[in-house]
Structure formats: structure tokens, C-alpha cells
């Protein structure tokens, strides 16, 4: 069912000369990322290079360690490579100030986190608002923008509980809510899953899999082979390296 | 503006999802800045009644009179002692007096015998002087430039001689001068920059001088001059120079309020040191902040981070709770003065003071529980806006 990626390059020249170029939405060009020094210098990730298309939806698998998460963290512009370049919608992110990458990030990412991250004082709604503020909007329309992403999720009865009023699967779906409210062109999901049980995991991965678009893509860190077989793109990892990225046929 | 109203709103929505912490922060500025107001206020308070008064007299009534250097009988100013004292360029206005020796004064001639004992004191003065002392007349008219042309016999008398003699207020009566009579008519109210005028009887020059004085020249033996406020010591000693110089007679000076503004002052000591235990405990409400703000930070870095993932920059996050700060500083502020108000109305009320409030207090003592509050935001602001979202977030 799975093919290396080379066998995709394979397609005839003919069908090729058909398809538009498509810029892809992210790309690693040679990174790594080491922490510490000396002695204890850790090699996250090496020399990795990898690109996410639109329309992609990827998950990354791989033992403990492997650096999935510090590969996450690269492509949402949330951390600096040591080396390397990361271009975000044809713009090279490395080398931008602190402020220009999170005016990219706002701009072009969503994320979720195994944890939610809900921001415990404030509403599903307050919750969500949160990723439009600063950006212009009036109150009215952020809470308009706010309950329609809520309601996408399947909480449309949930407006104005707090996190600690919900369950982990409704706290996930709000945190999805935030992610997607802005209109991301990527989604990054550190196992989204991780902290739910079978039944709310099968939910989100249900909406996450509804939301791939030919526009946007979803990326996913996983441990659960089911979540991982969901994707139509499998990037393994070892020791900081891609060890593998397939792609399933159609 | 936008943004700025984003940030007002979730600095608010921070501060009153939190209450209690929110309060129990407020304490400290507040506290500080309610001793600060309470202690100026209590100690202003404490002399208030002084202050009113040096308020509505002024402070920059000047007496210039003539004294003898070598004990000479009846020391005069000179001649021309009003261009003199004009000359003094912080001279507003001024009036001259004559005082007269040795006239006695009755409400009638009867009743001779029974007033001479108690010396009245008679006046030449000018038409200006109760316009330099401030004073209005309770009922009639001062002396005016027809009586001093005329040389009429006209006299306006204070309003403790008015009681003494039971003058009815728009009465014609007469008083007797040494035996002459006068017209009274007026009644000068009360002066309190110079009491004895409450008991003293006026008349025109012209008139002192064709029924009192032998000389061919009656001069003045004292002036009052307003000088403009601020500059009463200035002006004291100039007039002084100017008047005296080239004359036989000295001159002495005396700014009428400066006993009562002395009494009126407030006690310096008590205040200072009642304003450092306030400015104290402001620091100390400060540091409160400090701490607790960057406890807060570590409690709330989680939110932090993923306000950062979401797009929010690090100004953002800083200024953010900055203003957080700000407001526990304006608010803390305001119920300060508040508390400092109420301490200052019940201490006065309690002890029968005037309730005495400097209009720069309440202002000054917000502004200083901001400053505090800022300043104490500072530290954590920034280190809010340092915290690196990933490591707050801790990716799977
Ligand atoms: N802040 C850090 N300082 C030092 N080493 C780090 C830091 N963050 C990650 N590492 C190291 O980098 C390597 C990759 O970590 P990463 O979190 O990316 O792994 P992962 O694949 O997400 O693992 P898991 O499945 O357990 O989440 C690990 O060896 C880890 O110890
Ligand atoms: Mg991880």
C-alpha cells in the first residue's frame, strides 16, 4: 500500500507537463537543531529536508526522542535551527527577527498540543478570540468568527463553559477550534490524541482528517499506528533523521 | 488604537478572573498612598483655620513706618514717601496714615470724663487705605477726595469703636475730637492684619492738619503697601532703601502676616516622617507587586506560550502585564486616596479642624501608586515577554 517516495517520481513525463507548479506551503532545507554544547551537545535534528505540499496530511512517527517535536517546533516558526533554512510560504523564515516570525506563525500556522493549552480564565469563546486578537478585528466580529469556529467543531452548546467545565475531548476540539478560527494554511498537531481516550481520539482525528483541504495541510506527531495510518503521508524518524517519507497511493 | 483596546481588554479580563490576588495586590499601593494623603492632610488640616485666614487677608500686606534713629520726637517719612514707595517696581498699591497724638475722643462733649481714660487713636489718612488693607465699610462711606479738598470735618471709625459708642449701622451721628466735631460718615470693618484700626478714628489729612497740627506740613508717619505675592521679603527691603534714603528718620518694615503664616504652617517634622513610612509602605506594596507578579509569570507561562504560538509578539506579552500592573497601581491609587480622604474628613471631624485638602494630593498620590506599580510590573513584564514558547509548551 505504502511507496518510497521515489516511486511516486516515477509518473509518466506526459501527466507531468499537465500538472501546475505548486510552491509548497513549508520547507526544511538541511536543518539541525543541537542543544547544549561540548560534551553535552544533543543532536535533535540532523541535516533534515523535507517539504509539506498543500493539500498534504502528514504524520510523523518515531520512537521516543527521535526529534519529531523538535521538527514541529521548526516548522511552526516557534524555535531557530542551528543550521539550515525553513521557508514558509516561499518566505525564508531563518535569519527573520523574533517579531517577523510571529507575525508569520499568527499569519500561516495553527497548532495543537497533546496538553490543549486551553487559557484556564477564560471561555471556549475567550478561548478561541484569543488567536484574533491584535489583528484589527472588532470585538463583535472576533466573537462572531469565534462561535462559527466552535460550532465547526461540534460545540455549539459549549460557548461559555470554562476548560475546567469540559472534557479532554471538548477541551481538544476547542483548542482546534483556535487553531483553524484564523484560517491556517498549515496545521501542526503534537499529538493530539495523546490524552484522550479511544473514543474522543477517533472523534478529533475525524475532524482533523475533514479539515484537509487542497489549500491547507495537517501535520501530525503521533505514537498511535492508527492515527498514523489515517495520513496519506508518513514521515518516520530515528536519531534526529528521516528514515522514511511515503506517500499512500490513491 | 485597535491593538491597544485588545490590550486593555485582556489586561482586564486577567485581573478579574483573579480577584482575590488582584485585591490583596491593590493593598499595598493603596495602603502607601492613603498614609501619604492622610498624613499632609491631617497635619494641613490640624492648622487649617490659620491657612483660611493667611488665604483670605494675603500675605503681602507691608507696614512702613517711620522710627527715629536717636530718639526724637515724632519721626515722619518724607514728603514725597508714596512716589518713593511706587518707585519699587513689586509695589501694586499703597496708602499713607498720620497717626495723631494725644487727641480725646468722645461720643459726645458730656461724656468727657468717663472716655478719657481709655486712648482712642486718631488717623490722618489717605482715600486709598482701605482699598491697600482689603476692607470694606459696614455701612457708609470712607473718607473721599471732596473731604480732603473741603477740609471737612468727617470721620469714618472702626467698627469695635462703632460697639463701644452703640452705633447703629446708618445712623447720623456725630463724635467729638478734642472737642471738635465730627461727622461720622462710616464704619470700617473688622481689620485683622491690623487690629488697632477696629478702635481708630479717620479723618483727611487736610482736616488733621487745620484742627490737630501746628506745622505747616503734616507728613505721613506710616505707609501700607500690597506688594505682589512672592515677593513681600523683596519688596520690604526695598521700600526701606527707598524710602529712607537721604532722610533723618529710620524706617522700619513689617510684613503684617508673616507671625500668622508662620503659625499656620503645618507641622513640618511630623509630616515628613508620616510621608516616608507612606512612601515605605508604597515601596514595600511595590515589591509585594514585583513578587507576585513573577510567581505569576511562572504560574501563567503556559498561556504565555501559546499566546506567542498564536501570534502574539513579545511587546505584546510585555505590555500586556505592564499593564496589568498599571492598573493595580490606578486602582490601588484611587481607593488610597480614597481611604487617605476619609482618614483626613474623620481626623478633622474628630478633632474640630478644618477639613483641609491640597488639590495636588489626590493626583500625586495616583500618579505615585502607578509609578510604583510600573516599575514593580517591570521585572516580570520582561521576563514574560523572554520566556520561549516552546520551551513553555513542551510539545508532546
Ligand atoms: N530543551 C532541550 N534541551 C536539551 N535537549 C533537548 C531539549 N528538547 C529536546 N531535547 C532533546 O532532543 C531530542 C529530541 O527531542 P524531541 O522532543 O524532539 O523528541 P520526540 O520525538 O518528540 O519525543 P517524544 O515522542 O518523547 O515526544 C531528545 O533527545 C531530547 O532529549
Ligand atoms: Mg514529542
Redesign the interface.
Known amino acids: 500500500m505504502l511507496h518510497e517516495p521515489e516511486t511516486d517520481a516515477d509518473v509518466s513525463e506526459q501527466q507531468l507537463a499537465n500538472e501546475p507548479y505548486v510552491e509548497p506551503l513549508l520547507e526544511l532545507k538541511e536543518v539541525s537543531r543541537v542543544y547544549g554544547s561540548g560534551d553535552a551537545k544533543v543532536y535533535a535534528l540532523r541535516d533534515v529536508s523535507l517539504r509539506i505540499m498543500p493539500g498534504d496530511f502528514v504524520s510523523i512517527v518515531g520512537p521516543s526522542g527521535s526529534g ?2 523538535t521538527m ?2 521548526l516548522l ?1 516558526c ?2 531557530i535551527p542551528t543550521s539550515g533554512t525553513i521557508i514558509v510560504g516561499g518566505k525564508t523564515v531563518t535569519g527573520l527577527d ?2 517577523d516570525r ?2 508569520v ?3 500561516t500556522i495553527g ?1 495543537v ?3 490543549f ?6 471561555d471556549a469563546t ?1 478561548n478561541v478570540e ?2 484574533l ?2 489583528r ?4 463583535a466580529e472576533r466573537r462572531r468568527r469565534a462561535i462559527e469556529s466552535l460550532d465547526k467543531v461540534g460545540l455549539g452548546h459549549r460557548h461559555e463553559h470554562r476548560p475546567v467545565q469540559m472534557s479532554g475531548g471538548e477541551q481538544q476540539r476547542v483548542a482546534l477550534a ?1 487553531a483553524l478560527v ?1 484560517e491556517p494554511k498549515i496545521l501542526l498537531a ?2 493530539p490524541t ?1 490524552a484522550l481516550d479511544s473514543q474522543n481520539a477517533e472523534n478529533v482525528m475525524e475532524l482533523l482528517t475533514n479539515l484537509q483541504s487542497s489549500e491547507r495541510a495537517v501535520v501530525l ?1 503521533t505514537h498511535a499506528a492508527e492515527v498514523a495510518d489515517a495520513a496519506f503521508r508518513k514521515v518516520s524518524m530515528r536519531d534526529g533523521r528521516i528514515v522514511s517519507d511515503m506517500t499512500r497511493v490513491r | 488604537m ?2 491597544f483596546k ?2 486593555l ?2 489586561s482586564l ?2 485581573l478579574f ?2 480577584k482575590v490576588r488582584t485585591l490583596l495586590l491593590l493593598l499595598g499601593p493603596m495602603i502607601g498612598v492613603a498614609a501619604i494623603i492622610a498624613a499632609v492632610g491631617l497635619t494641613d488640616s490640624a492648622k487649617g483655620d490659620l491657612k483660611a485666614k493667611v488665604n483670605k487677608l494675603g500675605t503681602n500686606l507691608i507696614e512702613v513706618s517711620a522710627s527715629s534713629a536717636f530718639g526724637g520726637q515724632d519721626p515722619t517719612l518724607p514728603e514725597d514717601v508714596l512716589d518713593r514707595a511706587r518707585s519699587v517696581v513689586t509695589v501694586k498699591s499703597v496708602a499713607k496714615v498720620h497717626e495723631l497724638a494725644n487727641i480725646v475722643v468722645t461720643p459726645y462733649n458730656e461724656a468727657r470724663d468717663k472716655y478719657e481714660a481709655v486712648p482712642i487713636p486718631v488717623l490722618a489718612s489717605d482715600v486709598l487705605l482701605p482699598s491697600v488693607l482689603e476692607v470694606k465699610l459696614i455701612s457708609g462711606r470712607w473718607l473721599n477726595e471732596f473731604d480732603e479738598q473741603a477740609t471737612s470735618r468727617s470721620a469714618v471709625i472702626g467698627i469695635g469703636l462703632a460697639r463701644q459708642f452703640n452705633y447703629l449701622p446708618g445712623e447720623t451721628r456725630t463724635i467729638e475730637l478734642g472737642n471738635i466735631r465730627y461727622g461720622v460718615v462710616g464704619v470700617l470693618s473688622e481689620v485683622e492684619l491690623e487690629p488697632a484700626f477696629d478702635n481708630a478714628v479717620f479723618i483727611t489729612f487736610s482736616a488733621a492738619k487745620a484742627d490737630f497740627v501746628d506745622a505747616d506740613k503734616i507728613l505721613a508717619n506710616k505707609i501700607y503697601v500690597r506688594s505682589q505675592v512672592g515677593a513681600e521679603k523683596d519688596t520690604s527691603e526695598a521700600l526701606k532703601i527707598a524710602i529712607n534714603l537721604g532722610g533723618p528718620d529710620e524706617v522700619a518694615t513689617d510684613i503684617k502676616s508673616e507671625a500668622l503664616q508662620l503659625a499656620a504652617q503645618s507641622d513640618q517634622q511630623i509630616k515628613l516622617i508620616v510621608v516616608s513610612m507612606g512612601i515605605l509602605a508604597s515601596i514595600v506594596g511595590g515589591v509585594g507587586i514585583a513578587n507576585v507578579m513573577s510567581i505569576s509569570v511562572i504560574q501563567r507561562s ?2 504565555i ?12 506579552i510585555a505590555s500586556q502585564f505592564l499593564l496589568e500592573s498599571l492598573f493595580i497601581g490606578l486602582l490601588g491609587g484611587i481607593c488610597g486616596v480614597l481611604l487617605g480622604i476619609v482618614s483626613i474628613f474623620l481626623g478633622a471631624t474628630i478633632a474640630g479642624w478644618v477639613f483641609v485638602l491640597a488639590p495636588w494630593l489626590p493626583p500625586a498620590g495616583i500618579l505615585l501608586a502607578m509609578v510604583i506599580s510600573v516599575i514593580a510590573g517591570l521585572y516580570p513584564s520582561v521576563r514574560a515577554a523572554k520566556l ?3 520551551e513553555t ?4
Open positions: 519529531k517535536s514541529l517546533g511552526g516557534l524555535d523574533d517579531a510571529t507575525e506563525r499568527g499569519r497548532f498540543f497533546q496538553q493549552h486551553l487559557i484556564p480564565h477564560l475567550g484569543t488567536a486578537l491584535y484589527g478585528l472588532s470585538k483556535r484564523t503534537d499529538e495523546g506527531v | 485597535k491593538t485588545d490590550l481588554m485582556v479580563t486577567g478572573a483573579r503556559a498561556e506560550g501559546i499566546r506567542r504560538a498564536l501570534g502574539h509578539t513579545r511587546s505584546i520561549e514558547p516552546l509548551l513542551r510539545l508532546g
